[in-house]
Nanobody, 122 residues
């Protein structure tokens, strides 16, 4: 089985910073891509940022210029550096990964972490 564990969430004042981490573990052959999603109460889950195995990144317009996604391939870990945080960034942040457990594409699946709460006060 594959597990994703997020950490680094917490309470911060507007304008502050946080760094989220997501570590993938278990039976992993390769990781094609990983990303961060978030979900605020009463709202749908939305994509925040993604990073591919080749290092290509993408960001939601609402966070571009403030958030940075990065990776540590040796640790199967990604990070989300969040700067200039706003109250509207308050949400549960979820890690997502596209992982292959075997060489064949039949064993390629999508996984979710348990989420970590980020609260930005005004």
């Amino acid at each position: 089985q594959v597990q994703l564990v997020e950490s680094g969430g917490g309470l911060v004042q507007a304008g502050g910073s946080l760094r989220l981490s997501c570590a993938a573990s278990g039976s992993i052959f390769s990781i094609n891509a990983m990303g961060w999603y978030r979900q605020a109460p009463g709202k749908q889950r939305e994509l925040v940022a993604t990073i591919t195995s080749g290092g290509s990144t993408s960001y939601a317009d609402s966070v571009k210029g403030r958030f940075t996604i990065s990776r540590d391939n040796a640790k199967n870990t990604i990070y989300l550096e969040m700067n200039s945080l706003k109250p509207e960034d308050t949400a549960v942040y979820y890690c997502n990964a596209d992982i292959s457990q075997r060489l064949l594409s039949l064993y390629r699946n999508n996984y979710w972490g348990q989420g970590t709460q980020v609260t930005v006060s005004s």
